[in-house]
Antibody, heavy 120, light 107 residues
Framework: QLHLQESGPGLVKPSETLSLTCTVS??????????WGWVRQPPGKGLEWIGS???????YYNPSLKSRVTISVDTSRNQFSLKVTSVTAADTAVYYC????????????WGQGTLVTVSS | SHELTQPPSVSVSPGQTARILCSGD??????AYWYQHKPGQAPVLVIH???ERPSGIPERFSGSSSGTTVTLTISGVQAEDEADYYC??????????FGTGTKVIVL
C-alpha cells in the first residue's frame, strides 16, 4: 500500500521561503507511470494544484504560481520537495502531496496534508 | 490557463438525488475526475474517466459527460455524503486543474 507523508515547518515568516518534503513509501518514485505533485487548500477555499514532477526531474507548474514555485525529486531518498518563495498570508494553506497517473492525470494517492501558516 | 466551474453548493434531503455540474472548455478533450473531500481528511476519488466508479465506492455515485460539462450524481443521498466535491482534469501538457468545488449539504 502506497503511503505519502508531508513534512516541514508549520510556520513561515512573510517574504521567506516555504519548504516541504513528501516521503513516499510502499512504492518507487521512479515508477515511470506517475507524476508526483503538490496541491493546497487555503482556509475556506478550494483545492489548488501547485505543480508536479516526474522522476526524470521534468516539472509542470500552475501558471499562476510558476514564478515562485520549485518542485524537485530525489529518487535516492524516494522523496520530492516543494519550495515557494516570497510567501505572504495568501500562501497559508493545508498542503497535500499526491501521486498522479502520467497517462490520465488521475490522482490516486494523497498524503494527509500539513498546515502551513505564514505569519510573523 | 483552463478553468472548471462548479456551483458553490447543492442542498438535498436524505434519499433524494444530488447533481453537481462541472463546466470547462477542456472537458471535451480530457477526462474528468471527481473527488469527495471531508474536513481534516485527504480527498477521495469517487469517479474517474468521466463515468467509472473505483472499487469500494458506493453504487449511488455515478458520472456522466456531455460536451463541455460533466456531472456527478449521488442517488439516494445519505448523511455521510455531506462533503465538498471537486472535479479535476488536465491539459495535454501535464497541467492539472481543479474545479471551484461544491459543498453538498444534506438537509
Amino acid at each position: 500500500q502506497l503511503h505519502l507523508q508531508e513534512s516541514g515547518p508549520g510556520l513561515v515568516k512573510p517574504s521567506e521561503t516555504l519548504s516541504l518534503t513528501c516521503t513516499v513509501s510502499g512504492g518507487s518514485i521512479s515508477d515511470s507511470s506517475y507524476h508526483w505533485g503538490w496541491v493546497r487548500q487555503p482556509p475556506g477555499k478550494g483545492l489548488e494544484w501547485i505543480g508536479s514532477v516526474y522522476y526524470t526531474g521534468s516539472t509542470y507548474y500552475n501558471p499562476s504560481l510558476k514564478s515562485r514555485v520549485t518542485i524537485s525529486v530525489d529518487t535516492s531518498r524516494n522523496q520530492f520537495s516543494l519550495k515557494v518563495t516570497s510567501v505572504t498570508a495568501a500562501d497559508t494553506a493545508v498542503y497535500y502531496c499526491a501521486r498522479g497517473y502520467r497517462s490520465s492525470y488521475l490522482i490516486d494517492y494523497w498524503g494527509q496534508g500539513t498546515l502551513v501558516t505564514v505569519s510573523s | 490557463s483552463h478553468e472548471l466551474t462548479q456551483p458553490p453548493s447543492v442542498s438535498v434531503s436524505p434519499g433524494q438525488t444530488a447533481r453537481i455540474l462541472c463546466s470547462g472548455d477542456i472537458l471535451p478533450q480530457q477526462y474528468a475526475y471527481w473527488y469527495q473531500h471531508k474536513p481534516g481528511q485527504a480527498p477521495v476519488l469517487v469517479i474517474h474517466k468521466d463515468t467509472e466508479r473505483p472499487s469500494g465506492i458506493p453504487e449511488r455515485f455515478s458520472g456522466s459527460s456531455s460536451g463541455t460539462t460533466v456531472t456527478l450524481t449521488i442517488s439516494g443521498v445519505q448523511a455521510e455524503d455531506e462533503a465538498d466535491y471537486y472535479c479535476q482534469s488536465a491539459d495535454s501538457s501535464g497541467t492539472y486543474v481543479f474545479g471551484t468545488g461544491t459543498k453538498v449539504i444534506v438537509l
